[in-house]
């Protein structure tokens, strides 16, 4: 096999919502999959997610055996803790690995037991061999005999034994001898050992009073290298062990529970240091039991207690041990080769792993501790190489260590009963157990209260239960509740949680109940009815409520008011009687017997029902007949209460039927039927029914008091049938009429079988029984493609099921848009319909036609043997295509010719109707491009309309192609005039006519004769401007193929750089502090080291206080109330709120809402339009840095690019011409204020530049003779530097230009020197010129000798560096460097002057106006590139531009605005004008970049043209219109089509959801979040908390609802915290 055909693949199966990744690795020959193995990756953190209200619980029973670190609060899969305090999986068993033989490090252990004091005496070392019996086992299996040298330990202990926890493992089978010594000699040197609390107590007795007696003492181990024991045929390993110890003396206290510890061997050599612990005051000597004999080496002090471990052991008797293999032990610490712990045979076989390949290790976010491998899993399933019947695993016992969900801390349930009422002052408790692990169970505690989304967070203190010391009663604090849902009962979610945030297990969901009694209880009666639980009682007063007995401060009403009746339904009912009637009202009875047999209709009895009598608020009762048509009130009589009568009367009526219409229909149902009477509408319309013999009507419309409509039911048979009306049970009838069911209609055949997508075109149908129909329609659907093959398979069902290809016409509202025509009965035989006009698009959906006759549908499809299919629209064009405005000359007699496309794709020339006027022009050819009329031969007058204009004289040619009108332009015919005038007049006529032509002629002569000399210097201005064009059409060209090729190199080099895109920190800092040297996102917080734990603790607070809706819109409306409060200082506040509340955007954009609805009201009333125009509140700067966040993904995935190669492309273009260093006006620009106007002689030097430092060949560099050295020097830099950002180049002034010119040497180049021209008090900036520099020179980047170099960080602020216009005083030295500041012809101002004066001032920047359309030429591609991007729908719109859309769409619906030219500038307002704008300006915003004065002057023309694209209004050009505006005259149209195609685009597209909103942003809060510096932001916002605090506490204490929240005691805590302010706390 050829290796290096085989390939491994990688097959990723992510499971989302889970806590684990299966991967599934195959490797293949080819595609011959040779072996497929599936791997599965766990994550213990996502365990803790995932368990969301129990995490501890949730945690130590995954599957995976993640375990629980009690006081950090998280799962991890170590089985360690950095506080050492950790709950074991309840998976997991620890193997016991028996100690080397070696001295390593001691292994400190946890102890899980109460304080236990352990005496150990030492004695003189012995041995001796011993035999196990059976009788401490308590079993009756053979025993072993193995051989050891042990050295014994005389004990002595209480009279009653237990099994203890047996360290060695090897020694739980062997019973020891214990001989009593009285006086034990004790070690001089101590050691306490004090075991802690634990959660279980377990001691077992043997059966006999033998001990079993846990040795952890020095062990000495002799093996076989290399094998493994031997087992007997017991199953018992056969192992010769040496073991040594110390003699000793143990004395156990009665109390204490079982010990488990472990500690490491020392060499039989060492001595031990032994001590007794300090007496426990549990301790007792009598009936105890006894705790595990230890003894340990002496401390290594040096060792921190974090890097110990418990390892538990099993001192069960029915659990024998059986020693595994000799491997190293290493302590916690040491854990850092994944292999060092291997067995050695397991090393030889590479798939023996202690981890299975079903479950490897994910890990939890500590990848740099790996867990120890001695914990395996039960699940054989899981880790497939862990075999219980191996020797090198033991099943122990887990005895004195925290495991498993028990042992959890947690709050099990609510003591008392957990009903509150609301707005009253109660305290909760809980109880709670294990909370001792916290090591502080008394410590910090919060109650949490989750009420309608929102938390509530109480303070609580805990206090142990003095009779089981495992439990804990949690008290929260008083506190009142309250929610505003309008139920009776809110169930609150509560929970524990410890500072900070650490929410504490609960056993199940916890909740209590609040009530509110005035819920559902407006009246007296409803509330004294109220169950007594809730204990809510009538409050008198002002204004009388249902409130809790406690609550209630105005006196408690015993009696009800008299009853109300608010309202009646139905109004009217059957002479008959019988009629259900519903009584509304209040106080109608506290029980059904207090209204029973006194209700009366009109003056007779109604019977009331108890079954729908709802207390106080609702009677329902049925009338009794009638002997008349009677009206009058409903009364309701209660007892001991008082009577009431309705406002609205009752009428007792009979209704009747009088006719019905049509009078027939076809069996398969669905016919309209209109029945009309008098008095239809009787009692409630949902009781009345209609019947057609026994075939109900089903009714389609509002039931009117003389009419009733309804849709037949399918009936099996044709018959005449009586039509009923049924009121309740009662019928009634019209006896003189009946319904007809018919035949059902047939449909034979159709044509045409296409139409244009205007439609109208008349389709002719042929069948049989077509009038039974009364409304017959044709339907146009269209499916798009992905649901056609269901739709067309369930249609296609239908089809069968029908013969004669009818169908039921079931599926028509299902799929894609309809469009529907109805169509013209004719007769039985036949009808029309003409097609309906699409206007949805159907390049991607199948069309299909059926006719729809009552419940018939036929499929056109199935009639026809060919599809009925859709054509583009014909295209007409003007009959005067040279000026449509203008009439049609017509020579009488002659065709009428009109030019067009598609003309004959889905019409014939038969159905074409061609109008000149009121005359019809006879349509003689069609074809697809011309068609042929014949108008009428006289003049036709011209259609009458209502306003005439003065051209409606002429009558208009008008083409009908179905409901399409082509208007083509007016016609004038041209007659033959005849004379009628008589012989004199014609005579006088004609001499009139030669005397007025013999003056034109002399006119004419003398015009010709000045004219020539005109006519000649026309021409040759003509050539001039000729001359003029080409040039500039061939420069533009030239300039652009240039220009492509740069950017094509350009791209090349991006492959490997990548635009040099900002983080995402630098671009909120340059967007949300415009302008700003040092943003507070890069500041540290400026308060003293001996505060700042308090000053922090106290923007915590205000951050909290920020997330109140009410104070966040408090505080901003206060401080723009402020007249000190300038512009500026409310977009600095609003972009400090951004930072502060970055890490919750969702809660961000609710207040933006807010705030936007109250700008919105707030501008209605004056000039909706001025809305969102300028950033003069803190909402519309908000809304600008919202915008910024949402659109930053888009910005750099999308539009990124396109901004990018038109900045380097502006840049490109400006460095190809001379630059004023002094001025910074440019020859090519696009701004006529940034032109260089002078003609300045130039030509382009390549230089060959060396970097000193780097051994690399010389680069090429082209730069201008005319450019300073400054100039020369940043040119180079750009080149040489070209793949490295801005803010990672050297700076210009920390170099030097040094010109190396062989023999002549080495001279550095500076723009002011010895050298400079100096005439009168103009000094000149050095160029190459002026050093006389050739082209191929070799220069070199040096660095600058000079150790005081002062030059501008790297910052950006738009624009390299000021223009060099030194403000010399009088006399001073003045610099210039192209032109002179007063020689340069300037623009002058438009003053006072002579109007020819301003006529040459217009004519200065016409004469450069081609310099600006060449560079407007060459740079358009990348501007339309750009405004593509942007404006472009055709990729998913970003989700924020459709959310805020939809936004504003909905705040013109609340407020009434229809105007569409309001809405569009509210939207160019946010988007554009708050967002585009500002990015195309400042590209230092958006990349690591640096804009000169003249690219930012440029920039600022394409982002005026981009702006006034946005806008509606039409720009009207004249000589006086800016020239950035005359350059893209011709484009603004154009552009103004792409934005509002694309703000159309983005009203049809799918609304954005709340939900859909929130998740992204959601999403914005968790990438960036931790990039905002928050703590400065808010101790500058508390600066001006600070500044306006006196007017933001009494804004907070004017609202009630604000006092209810005590926000201003908040802030009066903060304030406190922040600068130790005087508050009134």
């Known amino acids: 096999m050829n290796v290096a055909s085989v390939k491994k693949v990688l097959i990723f199966a992510v499971i989302s919502f889970t806590d684990h990744v299966t991967v599934t690795l195959q490797v293949m020959f080819f595609n011959i999959t040779l072996t497929a193995e599936n791997f599965t990756f766990f994550d213990c953190s996502a365990v803790q997610q995932l368990s969301r209200n129990f995490p501890c619980r949730g945690c130590v029973s995954s599957q995976w055996g993640c375990n ?46 109460l304080p236990t004091t352990i005496r150990l005496t030492t004695t003189a070392l012995t041995t001796r061999a011993t035999t196990i019996p059976t009788t401490l ?35 739980t089978s062997q019973s020891t001898t214990v001989p009593t010594v009285q006086a034990p000699t004790t070690v001089p040197t101590t050691l306490d050992i004090t075991a802690a609390p634990t959660t279980q107590w377990t001691t077992a007795t043997p059966s006999s009073g033998a001990i079993t007696v846990a040795e952890s003492s020095t062990l000495g181990m002799t093996t076989t290298e290399g094998t493994a024991p031997t087992p007997d045929p017991s199953g018992e390993a056969l192992t010769t062990v040496t073991y040594a110890s110390l003699p000793t003396t143990l004395e156990a206290p009665s109390e204490a529970g079982p010990i488990t510890t472990v500690v490491p061997p020392t060499p039989p050599t060492v001595n031990a240091a032994i001590t007794t612990a300090p007496a426990s005051p549990l301790n007792s000597t009598e009936g105890g039991a006894l705790p595990v004999a230890t003894t340990a080496p002496a401390a290594d002090a040096t060792e921190p207690p974090s890097t110990r471990l418990a390892v538990p052991t099993d001192p069960r008797p029915d659990h024998p041990t059986t020693l595994p293999s000799a491997r190293p032990v290493k302590d916690v610490g040491e854990w850092k080769e994944p292999d060092a712990w291997v067995d050695p045979v397991q090393v030889e076989n590479d798939t023996a792993v202690f981890l299975a390949a079903a479950a490897l290790l994910s890990g939890d976010g500590d990848v740099e501790n790996p867990s120890p491998a001695f914990l395996h899993l039960f699940d054989t399933e899981v880790d497939y190489h862990y075999d219980p019947d191996s020797p090198s695993f033991s099943v122990q016992s887990h005895e004195g260590i925290n495991k498993g969900p028990a042992a959890c801390p947690c709050v099990n349930n609510i003591r008392g009963p957990p009903l509150l009422p609301v707005n009253t002052e109660r305290k ?54 309250t929610y505003s849902t309008l139920q009776q009962e809110y169930n609150a979610t509560v929970y524990i949680q410890r500072q900070p945030n650490y929410r504490v297990d609960s056993r199940r969901d916890l909740h209590i109940t609040l009530y509110n009694c005035s819920v559902d209880r407006t009246d007296c009666s409803r509330c004294q009815t109220a169950e007594t639980k809730y204990a809510c009682v009538w409050c008198g007063g002002g204004k009388p409520s249902c409130v809790y007995e406690k609550s209630c401060v105005d006196g408690v009403e015993q009696t009800c008011p008299a009853p109300v009746i608010h309202s009646i339904d139905p109004t009217s009912g059957l002479q008959e009687g019988g009629t259900m009637v519903t009584i509304t009202g209040s106080n109608l009875g506290q029980r059904f017997e207090d209204i029973e047999n006194k209700v009366t209709v ?42 009431s009568s309705s406002v609205q009367p009752f009428t007792y009526q009979n209704p009747v039927l009088n006719s019905i219409s049509p009078s027939r229909g076809p069996k398969a149902g669905g016919t309209r039927l209109t029945l009309n009477g008098v008095n239809l509408l009787t009692g409630r319309p949902s009781d009345v029914q209609v019947f057609v013999g026994d075939f109900p009507c089903l009714i389609s419309a509002d039931i009117e008091d003389h009419r009733v409509q309804c849709l037949t039911s399918p009936s099996n048979q044709t018959d005449e049938l009586p039509v009923t009306v049924k009121y309740g049970h009662i019928p009634k009838r019209l006896s003189n009429a009946f319904y007809s069911y018919t035949e059902n209609p047939n449909i034979t055949s159709v044509c045409p079988d296409k139409s244009f997508l205007g439609g109208g075109r008349v389709i002719s149908i042929n069948g049989q029984n077509l009038d039974a129909v009364q409304t017959p329609q044709m339907m146009v659907q269209l499916i798009p493609n992905e649901r056609w093959r269901r739709s067309f398979s369930e249609l296609q069902s239908r089809v069968r099921e029908r013969k004669r290809r009818m169908i039921k016409d079931n599926n028509t509202e299902r799929h894609g848009h309809k469009f529907i025509e109805f169509c013209q009965v004719n007769s039985s035989s036949f009808m029309t319909c003409q097609t309906p006009s699409i206007k949805a698009p159907v390049s991607n959906a199948v069309i299909t036609v059926h006719f729809l006759m009552d419940n018939l549908c036929f499929d056109f499809n199935e009639i026809s043997p060919t599809k009925f299919t859709y054509k583009p629209d014909p295209i007409l064009k003007p009959l005067n295509a040279d000026d449509p405005s203008k009439p049609y000359r017509h020579k009488p007699g002659s065709v009428l010719s009109v030019e067009g496309e598609n003309l004959d794709l889905a019409i014939t020339k038969e159905e074409v109707v061609a109008m000149v006027g009121e005359g019809i022009c006879v349509v003689r050819t069609l074809t697809a491009n011309h068609l042929y009329c014949e108008p009428p031969l006289g003049q036709p007058a011209a259609r009458r309309r209502r306003k005439r204009e003065s051209l409606d004289t002429l009558p208009e040619f008008i083409v009908q192609m179905g409901k399409l009108h082509f208007k083509l332009g007016k016609i004038r015919y041209d007659a033959e005039s005849q004379s009628n005038f008589p012989l004199e007049a014609q005579i006088g006529l004609g001499v009139g006519a030669s005397i007025v032509a013999l003056i034109v002629l002399i006119i004419v002569l003398i015009y010709r004769r000045k004219s020539k000399q005109a006519l000649r210097d026309y021409k040759k201005v003509q050539i001039q401007l000729e001359n003029l064009e080409t040039s500039v059409r061939d420069r533009c060209k030239k300039e652009f193929t240039d220009l492509m090729t740069e950017m094509m190199d350009l791209s090349s080099d991006l492959v490997g750089t990548g635009i040099p895109f900002l983080d995402y920190k630098t671009y909120a800092e340059r967007i949300f502090f415009p302008g700003h040297r040092e943003s507070p996102l890069q500041r540290d917080l400026d308060v003293p080291e001996s505060r700042r734990q308090t000053v922090e603790q106290g923007l915590v607070q205000l951050s909290n206080l920020l997330n109140s809706k009410l104070f966040l819109t408090k505080f901003i409306h206060t401080l723009e109330s402020q007249r000190t409060f300038s512009p500026r200082d409310r977009a600095y506040v609003a972009s400090l709120l951004t930072v502060s509340l970055h890490g919750k955007l969702e809660y961000y954009t609710d207040i933006l809402k807010t705030l936007l609805n109250d700008l919105v009201e707030q501008n209605v009333a004056k000039n909706p339009k001025l809305m969102l125009r300028r950033t003069e509140t803190v909402v519309e700067k908000l809304l600008t840095n919202w915008m910024s966040i949402c659109l930053y993904t888009f910005l750099r995935d999308s539009a990124g690019e396109s901004l990018y190669m038109l900045f380097r492309a502006i840049k490109h273009q400006v ?33 060959n530049v060396l970097v000193q430092g780097e ?62 021209v100096l005439q009168g008090n103009w000094k000149r900036l050095n160029t190459l010129q002026h050093y006389k520099v ?87 591609k990348f501007v339309d590139d750009l405004f593509q991007v942007i404006l472009s729908t055709s990729r998913p719109v970003p989700l924020a531009v459709k959310y805020f859309f939809d936004l504003l769409d909905e705040q013109a619906v609340h407020h009434g605005i229809t105007d569409t030219e309001t ?63 005359l350059l893209y005259a011709r484009d603004i149209p154009r552009y103004k089509q792409m934005v509002e195609r694309y703000y159309a685009d983005i009203r049809q597209t799918i609304s954005a959801s709340d939900q859909e909103m929130n998740s992204a942003l959601a999403e914005l809060s968790r990438n960036y979040s931790s990039d905002m510096n928050s703590l400065v932001a808010l101790h500058e916002l508390y600066k001006y908390i600070n500044k306006y605090y006196d007017q933001i506490i009494t804004a907070l204490e004017e609202d009630p609802t604000a006092q209810k929240m005590q926000l201003g005691y908040r802030l009066q805590q903060i304030a406190a915290s922040v600068e130790n302010k005087v508050t009134d706390l």
Request: glycine fraction near 4%.
């Open 428 to 481: 909760i408790t809980l109880v709670g157990q294990n909370l001792h692990l916290f090591q502080d169970p008394e410590g910090n505690y919060e109650c949490v209260f989750v009420i309608e989304s929102r938390t509530v967070v109480v303070e609580a203190f805990v206090e142990g239960d003095v009779n089981d010391p495992m439990f804990y009663s949690i008290t929260c604090r008083v506190h009142q509740f």
């Open 1215 to 1247: 460095d190809k011409g001379p630059v004023d260093a002094v001025s910074g006006k440019a020859k090519y620009t696009l701004n006529d204020n940034r032109l260089l106007r002078e003609d300045v002689e130039y030509r382009t030097l390549t230089l």
């Open 1463 to 1525: 809405i569009h500038i509210w939207k160019t307002n946010s988007l554009p004008l708050r967002f585009w704008i500002n990015i195309i300006k400042n590209p230092h915003f958006t990349f690591d970049v640096q804009v000169s004065d003249n690219v930012d002057a440029m920039l600022s023309v394409i982002a005026q043209t981009f702006m006034d694209s946005c806008t509606i209004a039409e720009h009207k050009l004249g000589r006086d219109s800016p020239i950035n505006k």
């Open 1255 to 1316: 051994d690399v060949q010389p680069s090429p560099v082209k730069v201008l003779d005319c450019d300073t050295i400054t100039q020369v020097k940043e040119k180079i830099i750009d080149q040489i530097y070209k793949g490295v950002t801005y803010s990672l180049r050297p700076h210009v002034e920390t170099l030097d230009l040094e010109w190396r010119s062989g023999l002549a040497g080495h001279l550095i180049l500076s723009d002011e020197d010895l050298t400079s």
């Open 68 to 113: 629980w670190c009690v006081l950090q609060h998280h799962c991890t899969h170590n089985t360690t803790c950095e506080d050492e305090v950790i709950i074991f999986n309840e998976n997991f068993v620890l193997p016991y690995v028996v100690p080397p033989t070696l001295a390593t490090k001691p292994l400190r252990v946890d102890t899980t037991a």
């Open 1334 to 1420: 050739t082209d191929g020179a070799t220069v070199a980047l040096v660095p600058r000798l000079s150790k005081h170099i002062h030059h501008e960080n790297h910052d950006f602020t738009a624009g390299e560096k000021t223009p060099m216009l030194e403000d010399a005083d009088e006399g001073g030295i003045k610099v210039w460097h192209l032109v002179k500041a007063s020689e340069e012809p300037e623009l002058p101002k438009h003053r006072r002057g002579s109007l020819r004066e301003r006529e040459r001032a217009k004519a200065i920047p016409e004469i450069y106006l081609t310099r600006l359309l060449s560079m407007k030429g060459t740079l358009q």
């Open 602 to 643: 009109a003056g007779i009895p109604c019977r009331a029902d108890p079954l729908k009598y709802e207390v106080s608020t609702r009677i329902v009762c049925y009338t009794a007949a009638a002997n008349e048509e009677v009206s009058g009130q409903v009364t309701v009589e209660v007892a001991n209460g008082g009577s």
């Open 137 to 171: 086992l308590g079993t009756d299996t053979t025993t072993t005999t193995r051989t050891t040298t042990l050295t014994t330990l005389p004990t002595t202990v209480p009279t009653t034994s237990v099994a203890m926890t047996n360290a060695t493992a090897g020694l």
